[in-house]
T-cell receptor, first 108, second 117 residues
């Protein structure tokens, strides 16, 4: 059973607009969440994280929101840029468990 | 900056061959991991190691083994490669000891794209 779910395998967003990537989890014991970004033929790179004691963390164009009651987190990218086209993985830490990823396409 | 180095970016092997994937990290991390990434399946943990000569099975260990003789090096071994092991393999490390992970980020290597024909 998947403990971390990214239900959208793919997402297309116009350049300049907001990209919203979603992630749901089932285990309320997770205490830390991370987002990774992966380009083809490269390893994932860390993007942004959030502790379960917070509901928002912002870093430049990237903001992660955490809704503990809904066991849901989302990554917002504003404004979206062509270089943001990649696969984004959500990960939950207690043990590290990854979602299946969302491929983001930024359309010019 | 932490560096996790995987020795090969691309490998092509034949069914039945023994395959070694090497990973080296330069930051004295205790924990090292091997994942495979497949389209639609995300990152799946194969094996991890929390100390020299220590290893634990991840979610999909079948068909794989690992070796951790030195702290900085974690090898993934395919004893007899099969076509369903064609995948992108990713090595990662993390600094803290105790358990599979903690509140710190994993550092990944660049990946090895393995094709088994």
């Amino acid at each position: 059973d998947q403990q971390v779910k990214q239900n959208s395998p793919s997402l297309s967003v116009q350049e300049g607009r907001i990209s919203i990537l979603n992630c749901d989890y089932t285990n309320s014991m997770f205490d830390y969440f991370l987002w990774y970004k992966k380009y083809p033929a490269e390893g994932p790179t860390f993007l942004i994280s959030i502790s379960s004691i917070k509901d928002k963390n912002e870093d430049g164009r990237f903001t992660v929101f955490l809704n503990k009651s809904a066991k849901h987190l989302s990554l917002h990218i504003v404004p979206s840029q062509p270089g943001d086209s990649a696969v984004y993985f959500c990960a939950a830490v207690g043990e590290i468990i990854f979602g299946k990823g969302t491929r983001l396409h930024i359309l010019p | 900056d932490v560096k996790v180095t995987q020795s090969s970016r691309y490998l092509v092997k034949r069914t039945g061959e023994k395959v070694f994937l090497e990973c080296v990290q330069d930051m004295d991390h205790e924990n090292m991991f091997w994942y495979r990434q497949d389209p639609g399946l995300g990152l799946r943990l194969i094996y991890f190691s929390y100390d020299v000569k220590m290893k634990e099975k991840g979610d999909i260990p079948e068909g794989y083994s690992v070796s951790r003789e030195k702290k900085e090096r974690f090898s993934l071994i395919l004893e007899s490669a099969s076509t369903n092991q064609t995948s992108m393999y990713l090595c990662a490390s993390i600094v803290s000891s105790g358990g599979r992970a903690s509140n710190e980020k994993l550092f990944f290597g660049s990946g090895t794209q393995l094709s088994v024909l």
